[in-house]
């Protein structure tokens, strides 16, 4: 219900917002323009706003209406309008001339009476307000601009009820303005944390903008105001005096300022019948431009007969009589108009990310549509007969997790197996012991998880099942600009599922805005999950040159497949930069003879050039980094190449350091089903001849690279997973830092001690304080790594409650859960859980 509601509001957000948003953005606009107009104007005025006084004497007021009304013979006067202020004009108002509702009003030297030109530019601020009241369309626009100031309520609202953070006590979780997210996310950050900034400025804008707007609403304030104003005297009439005397308007201003002797600006209406005298005036220092004091004077005798004080009236009667210093910002002084004029200008932001978030949500939902099809196009895969499909979920809350689903699985159905794609609230956790199951998780907000995937996750939290027959892999979406929340909605569906006894095919991948290294290295699980790793990459490494330098067989006689030593070093010397830790992508070739022999039999010139893109090359260099089709004797060269799919990258773990001068590698040379050399490690340990180029990219891998800090490591693996281990150690020993453990193994000792010796040299100059080489075929009964750990439970514990973290890297299939489960029995499954998410259990596993 609550996700369905939030769906709710959320579409009618966006609906809202493309419509009405350019509207508010105008409204806005204009009003920010309107905030300091009579500024403006009066600095664009010199000489008709304000006067030189130059030791002139101000003329008395009668004097000074004696001099207007000679200068306009025939036109009554109806008020006047007097400053404090020397320098300041006075104003002087006619009455309406052919029943209008209203006069002319002029500027008057008030040393003088000469009335003053009209103000320039005071008809584009005329225009200005037209537009910002009523669009400049009189009635329709009046109600347009009435409608869209009550959905701005709504967008008030409704945005602070969507972008409400679990961390919803954090100030900076609400307010700080991250400038290094990227694309989508940042547009949404904007969005969202502007908008949290000015939400009190637009809620007062616009409910104090529905006064000009709806008479139903502004007889409601002004009921609600007088309702707190406390009980007036009632000024009881006089009897009837006969004819007033005649006025003596000089007499009345003494008065008025015998009675409020400290004012800015004061104005008086002739009266049009024998009543009181008014004057109303502002104080020396009034709290805004409305804050209006209203004095009457008696006609016979001058004496006050009312005086009502702006001051003195409750805060009901302050805020139902300051509609338009609320409506500026003036209420709050002048920080307050400097305040609500940036939130009129920022209005436009509002409608510009909104709209450009509308429009990248249709362009996701087109490629959704588009990947959706073709994978509908695909011909089904039978399931294996012992196997149900492979089920994917999405949790998408813009629709890239929705995307890469249907990218999993039109990969997974073109590798033959049989899938179902899910969203990941349609799924109910119980009911997916026993399948295989491919998680596509984006993060929303503040590490929250999307609307869609609220309901899963919540079951999980609250009535978790055992989910030990569920085997796993986690895709975790997010943008590292959130830095805590970073993948916080996959991190924690992980550790949910693996504490309900689910297992991973593969640890968690995650991707930091749509990285296209992490989502290679997703594709390559899928490889390893389908038996099919040559399937071409959804977008492939942008490759550097290196060249092989060094190739060493570390293992011969070995029960094993080879292993080697590879070292490789940049054609730029620029690209001889990484962390322990990261991962070598590698571009396979085919061997020169295997490609000649091709050629041979289709009968093509290897040096023919052909164009791919805008780039002409060779045919045989083509044909060396693509998946060699059969041979047909007759097709023209441009046809073969355009026709080639490339070869997909491979990874490997990088097992030195830059300052080694070299990027090593260790790896094993693996066979294909038909006997033939892999595609990566036969191109690297077999078709590869020294001082050959090398395709090769590195992928940051922020999950394994060592702690910053001395604390006690300890380093589990086995076969080439010793790699990534060696980096590690380097990485520690140059840090000073000695506090290490290694745990290897390997299949016999006397064949498969890789870099034995420089290990050795380690543990006698005490940079590694413990090494545990375990041979699993030494001895009759096998033994591997988690057995020397299960035996030194205590040692294991010791290094862990100091501090320390384990890292483990090597096979998934094996040693990977023996060590895991090994971990969990000797601190507890809880604890171990609590370890991961502290990034002091971390593992590279493959």
């Keep these: 219900m609550t996700t369905t509601f939030r769906n709710a509001v959320f579409q009618v957000h966006w609906f809202l917002g493309i419509t009405a948003g350019v509207v508010l953005a105008l409204v806005g606009v204009t009003g920010g323009m309107l905030s300091f107009e009579d500024e403006i104007l009066e600095a ?58 209203r006069g002319e009003r002029r500027h008057v030297d008030p040393y003088s009476g000469a009335i003053l030109p009209e103000p320039r530019y005071q008809e584009f601020f005329r225009t200005t307000m037209r537009l910002h009241r009523w669009l400049a369309v009189d009635d329709v626009g009046k109600q347009i601009v009435g409608a869209s100031t009550v959905i701005l309520i709504f967008f008030c609202v409704s945005g602070l009820y969507l972008r409400w953070p679990r961390r919803w006590g954090s100030l900076r979780t609400w307010l700080a303005l991250d400038w290094k997210q990227k694309g989508r996310n940042f547009l949404w950050h904007l969005h969202s944390v502007v908008g949290t900034w000015m939400l009190v400025a637009y809620l007062v804008m616009s409910l104090t903008g529905l006064w000009w707007s709806y008479g139903w609403y502004r007889d409601a304030v002004n009921a609600w105001a007088e309702s707190g104003a406390p009980t007036r005297a009632e000024i009881v009439p006089t009897a009837d005096r006969g004819t007033p005397p005649a006025l003596d308007i000089d ?55 009312a005086h009502e004080r702006y001051d003195d009236g409750s805060l009901r009667q302050k805020i139902g009589g300051s509609m338009f210093p609320l409506h500026r910002g003036s209420f709050f002084g002048t920080t307050g108009v400097v305040v609500f004029m940036l939130a009129s200008l920022l209005m436009p932001v509002f409608a510009v990310t909104g709209w450009m978030l509308y429009l990248d949500r249709r362009r996701r939902k087109r490629t959704v549509a588009t990947t959706a099809g073709a994978l509908a196009a695909l011909p089904a895969a039978p399931p294996a007969p012992a196997e149900k499909p492979i089920l994917i979920a999405h949790a998408s809350q813009t629709g890239t997790a929705e995307q890469l689903a249907l990218q999993t699985a039109a990969t997974l159905r073109d590798s033959g197996c049989a899938v179902e794609v899910k969203t990941l609230g349609a799924l109910k956790p119980a009911e997916l012991d026993g399948r295989r199951l491919l998680l596509v998780a984006s993060t ?19 009535r978790p099942p055992r989910l030990a027959r569920l085997r796993y892999g986690l895709l975790a979406l997010g943008d590292r600009g ?18 309900a006894g689910a297992q991973p095919l593969f640890d968690r991948v995650e991707v930091d805005d749509n990285d296209p290294a992490a989502l290679r290295h997703w594709q390559h699980h899928l490889g390893q999950l389908s038996g099919n790793t040559d399937a071409p990459d959804w977008r492939a490494p942008d490759y550097r040159r290196w060249r092989l330098v060094e190739r060493r067989l570390l293992n011969l006689g070995s029960a094993g497949g080879p292993a080697f030593h590879l070292a490789l070093q940049p054609e730029d010397a620029a690209d001889l930069q990484w962390q322990a830790g990261d991962v070598a992508e590698i571009g396979p070739r085919h061997s020169a003879a295997r490609v000649d022999a091709w050629l041979a039999e289709a009968r ?16 045989a ?133 890789f870099h034995a010796d420089e290990l050795m040299a380690w543990q006698r100059d005490g940079h590694l304080q413990r090494l545990d080489r375990v041979f699993s075929r030494d001895q009759p009964q096998r033994r591997y790594v988690q057995h020397v750990l299960g035996e030194s439970a205590e040692k294991v514990r010791h290094w862990i409650e100091a501090g320390g973290a384990v890292y483990v890297c090597g096979s998934l299939e094996g040693m990977a859960p023996a060590v895991d489960a090994v971990l ?6 809880d604890a171990l859980e609590a370890l991961a998410a502290e990034g002091r259990y971390r593992r590279d596993v493959y």
Excluded at 266 to 282: E, H, I, V
Excluded at 444 to 462: K, M, N, V
């Design 44 to 101: 664009l005025n010199p000489g008709v706003m304000t006067v030189e006084p130059a030791g002139r004497a101000a003329l008395s007021p009668s004097a000074l209406m004696e001099r207007v009304a000679a200068a306009r013979p025939g036109e009554a006067i109806a008020s006047l309008e007097l400053s404090a202020d020397p320098s300041d004009a006075a104003m002087v108002g006619f009455a309406p001339r052919d029943g209008g509702r």
């Design 251 to 305: 007499a009345a201003w003494q008065a008025f300022a015998a009675t409020a002797p400290a004012w800015s600006t004061a104005s008086f209406n002739l009266p049009k019948d024998d009543g009181a005298l008014s004057f109303r005036y502002l104080d020396a220092d009034p709290a805004h431009e409305r804050a209006r004091n209203t004095l009457s004077l008696d006609r016979w005798t001058l004496a006050p007969v």
């Design 444 to 462: 929303f907000g503040e590490g929250e998880a999307p609307d869609s995937a609220r309901a899963f996750l919540r079951q999980l939290q609250d």
């Design 482 to 499: 959130y830095r805590d929340s970073y993948c916080g909605f996959g991190r924690e569906l992980d550790q949910r599922l693996h504490h």
């Design 604 to 619: 093509l010139d290897p040096g023919e050039m052909v164009t791919l893109g805008d780039v002409r090359e060779a045919l």
């Design 621 to 753: 260099d083509v044909l060396a980094r693509s998946h060699l089709p059969p041979a047909a004797p007759g097709t023209p060269a441009q046809a073969v190449a355009d026709a080639l799919r490339p070869l997909p990258h491979r990874e490997y773990s990088i097992a030195s350091l830059p300052a080694d001068g070299s990027l090593q590698l260790l790896v094993r040379r693996m066979a294909r089903p038909d006997g033939q050399p892999g595609i990566g490690s036969g191109w690297l340990t077999d078709g590869a001849h020294i001082g050959e180029s090398i395709d090769l990219r590195i992928r940051s891998n922020p999950r394994f690279h060592p702690p910053a800090d001395d604390r006690p490591l300890m380093l589990v693996g086995n076969g080439t997973g010793l790699a990534g281990l060696r980096a590690l150690l380097k990485a520690r020993i140059a840090a000073g830092h000695s506090r290490n453990w290694l745990v290897f193994g390997e299949r016999n000792a006397a064949h498969d001690g």
């Design 824 to 829: 969990a029995d000797i601190v507890g499954r």
